[in-house]
């Protein structure tokens, strides 16, 4: 069965630690996985897609990587505005896509 | 408007009430997706339409029904929920079916 878990649950950080958030899946055949940015009372916004195991993908702050088993989504001196929940998701072919339960990422000032 | 819009923003039925959620993407898109979202769990896919037709249907409950009458509008009927349905409703649409996916500010039901 294709299985997507995230971890930690919930991070705090200062401004400027770096940090990164986890990832790990079982799936028969990975098309695709996903990473998207959730705010309180907002849908999620896409930041990157990874199709590939050593695949990489850089924007602003965030760098997302692959692996055949996990991914992870790794913030350099993050800021108070990086504060929000944070999902992966696996899409494994014919509109079949399982997201993780997110972490929760909050950065001190 | 641009992008997913979804109406209303927020809605409180009882048990025995019908209504209707609709969702609207002006980004040209094949694909639109239905998505509940609770507290503490994960998205749950509930249906997905590409090119109006309907191609994934998650085992969701009958008083659910979704209705896709062109690529740019997405409808999903409720009747006679229950109390455990309360949830955030999430509306995306997506240019293919392996591609990112945009998603609408989410309908928050309360069902008393």
């Known amino acids: 069965e294709d299985q997507v878990t995230q971890s930690p649950e919930a991070l705090r950080l200062q401004e400027g630690e770096s940090s990164s958030l986890n990832c790990s899946y079982t799936v028969s055949g990975l098309r695709g996985l996903f990473w998207y940015r959730q705010d309180p009372g907002k849908g999620p916004e896409f930041l990157f897609t990874l199709y590939s195991a050593g695949e990489e993908k850089e924007k602003e702050r965030l760098k997302a990587t692959l692996t055949k088993k996990e991914s992870f989504l790794h913030i350099t001196a993050p800021k108070p505005e990086d504060s929000a929940t944070y999902l992966c998701?696996?899409?494994?072919?014919?509109?079949?896509?399982?997201f993780g339960t997110g972490t929760r990422l909050k950065v001190l000032a | 408007e641009t992008g997913v819009t979804q109406t209303p923003r927020h809605l409180v039925m009882g048990m025995t009430n019908k209504k209707s959620l609709k969702c609207e993407q002006h980004l040209g898109h094949n694909a639109m997706y239905w998505y509940k979202q609770s507290a503490k769990k994960p998205l749950e896919l509930m249906f997905v339409y590409s090119l109006e037709e309907r191609v994934e249907n998650n085992s969701v409950p009958s008083r659910f029904s979704p209705e896709c009458p062109n690529s740019s509008h997405l409808f999903l009927h409720l009747h006679t929920l229950q109390p455990e349905d309360s949830a955030l409703y999430l509306c995306a649409s997506s240019q293919e079916d392996d591609t990112e996916q945009f998603f609408g500010p989410g309908t928050r039901l309360t069902v008393l």
């Open positions: 998701a696996l899409y494994s072919g014919t509109y079949k896509y399982i």
